[in-house]
């Protein structure tokens, strides 16, 4: 009964340095997406993956990269981490895309970049 | 590309006190999601209204969407130290994403 379940919880980084944040949903749910959320600016999508197979761009999709692995695990990579990406980063999913269906949390990943 | 605003950013009430939270999108929605993310928590959905003057309740609260499928409001009554924490609307844009309000963080006087 995980629903959508990230790893790591907290990074620390310096910059330059890369890494990959991990998503996996058991709700066999079809749509996933990555957001970054800082103070004030709400949600703001950076990728997303309507299905096993396909990924696309989201509002801000600079300085990422996505990967769907397989149906369950979406990942996302920053190659050359910058101080602007310190964020709090969400996944979530849908059964189908977000028209008409609600999107599931993951409890995030608090990333600092130094 | 689609906006959706929020207002206000911030809200202090006493406990006890109403609170209201609006949403205004720059385009017709054909339907609108709610969410609340607690303090250091992640958002969580609350609810979804599709027609047009829907109006749904969940106890204390109460969803409004507009007439013209352009806004929204979520009114709470009588506020308690556990309604605390982040209210968001969500819009759909295309069939896939949904594009979030800023967000209204509620915090409660106990």
């Known amino acids: 009964n995980a629903g959508v379940t990230q790893t790591p919880k907290f990074q620390v980084l310096k910059t330059g340095q890369s890494m990959t944040l991990q998503c996996a949903q058991d709700m066999n749910h079809n749509s996933m997406y990555w957001y970054r959320q800082d103070p004030g600016m709400g949600l703001r999508l950076i990728y997303y993956s309507a299905s096993e197979g396909t990924t696309d761009k989201g509002e801000v999709p600079n300085g990422y990269n996505v990967s769907r692995l397989n149906k369950r695990e979406f990942s996302l990579r920053l190659e050359s981490a910058a101080p602007s990406q310190t964020s709090v980063y969400f996944c979530a999913s849908s059964l189908w895309g977000a028209d008409n269906q609600p999107q599931h949390f993951g409890d995030g990943t608090r990333l600092s970049i130094l | ?110």
């Open chain 2, 1 to 110: 590309g689609q906006q959706v605003m929020q207002i206000p950013q911030y809200q202090h009430v006493q406990e006890g006190e109403d609170f209201t939270t609006y949403c205004n999108s720059s385009t017709t929605l054909s339907n609108i999601q709610w969410y609340k993310q607690r303090p250091g928590g992640h958002p969580v959905f609350l609810i979804q209204l599709v027609k047009s003057g829907e109006v749904k309740k969940q106890k204390r609260l109460t969803f409004q969407f507009g007439e013209a499928k352009k806004n929204s409001s979520l009114h709470i009554t009588a506020t308690q130290t556990t309604d605390v924490g982040t209210y968001f609307c969500a819009g759909p844009e295309g069939a896939q994403k949904l594009v979030f309000g800023q967000g209204t963080r509620l915090t409660i006087n106990p």
